[in-house]
């Protein structure tokens, strides 16, 4: 592959995946979260990248956190598209994305939340003011990941981060809200998790017969609105 571009981007680490994939890290191996900034020039990367998709050969655009993944249509595009963004990422301002904003009703607690009393004791706070904290803010999507529809929001109060559960569960319901680590997302479907469940919601977050299947886009701004409280 040609080197032109490196001196653009020497941080951002290229892997080849497979015959057609590129993954672009751009975040240190021992980063333990990603800076908004740069979360923020990587939406601007993947909705640059979207409105050429055909010109430029691209099957797949998948933003993570602090990744980049692409698939091309054929091989030879691959030594193309990879100076193509290495070239093009200085250029972005890191400015923020307008995406949307979402609004999602919650019932916290009792059967709704299995876990909120014990999140609540692990933080030291009431589930009064655990609920209080985890709607009064407005988290961003990061990336989807895990499952379709599944958003990983960031910007949870630092009061309520706490380690994701020992043992995971079996089976967590639809439209479940959760939390570990420093984030917090909805449960798009029935699945395994090990997320700290404290309410639930009945808005639906993926579709696989729409036009755009998921609810949440990387960029978006959400909201969790208080519908009952525990308790």
């Known amino acids: 592959m040609s080197t032109d571009a490196d001196s653009l981007a020497p941080a951002i680490r290229v892997t080849q995946l497979g015959e057609d994939a590129l993954l672009f890290l751009f975040?240190?191996?021992?980063?333990?979260?990603?800076?908004?900034?740069?979360?923020?020039?990587?939406?601007?990367?993947?909705?640059w990248l979207e409105s050429q998709r055909v010109s430029l050969g691209l099957l797949e655009i998948v933003p993570g956190m602090g990744n980049l993944l692409i698939r091309a249509s054929r091989k030879t595009l691959?030594?193309?598209?990879?100076?193509?963004?290495?070239?093009h990422w200085p250029k972005l301002s890191g400015s923020d994305v307008q995406g949307r904003l979402l609004e999602i009703p919650v019932s916290y607690g009792g059967a709704h939340g299995p876990d909120?009393?014990?999140?609540?004791?692990?933080?030291?706070?009431?589930?009064?003011?655990?609920?209080?904290?985890?709607s009064a803010t407005v988290y961003r999507?990061?990336?989807?990941?895990?499952?379709?529809?599944?958003?990983?929001?960031?910007?949870?109060?630092?009061?309520?981060?706490?380690p994701r559960l020992d043992s995971p569960r079996v089976h967590v319901p639809a439209g479940s809200v959760a939390?570990?680590?420093?984030?917090?997302?909805?449960?798009?479907?029935?699945?395994?998790?090990?997320?700290?469940?404290?309410?639930?919601?009945e808005?639906?977050?993926?579709?696989?017969?729409?036009?755009?299947?998921?609810?949440?886009?990387?960029?978006?701004?959400?909201?969790f609105v208080i519908l009952e409280e525990a308790k």
């Open 27 to 47: 975040t240190s191996p021992e980063a333990q979260s990603v800076a908004l900034p740069i979360q923020q020039k990587l939406w601007q990367m993947s909705y």
């Open 78 to 87: 691959l030594n193309t598209l990879r100076d193509l963004v290495l070239t």
């Open 116 to 134: 909120l009393e014990a999140a609540a004791a692990h933080c030291g706070i009431s589930k009064e003011r655990f609920i209080a904290l985890h």
């Open 141 to 162: 999507v990061y990336c989807l990941g895990f499952q379709p529809g599944f958003a990983y929001l960031g910007g949870l109060d630092p009061a309520l981060e706490m």
């Open 179 to 201: 939390i570990a680590g420093s984030q917090t997302a909805v449960y798009p479907t029935d699945s395994p998790g090990g997320w700290h469940i404290i309410g639930h919601t």
């Open 203 to 223: 808005t639906r977050l993926f579709d696989p017969h729409a036009e755009q299947p998921s609810l949440f886009r990387p960029g978006d701004s959400v909201r």
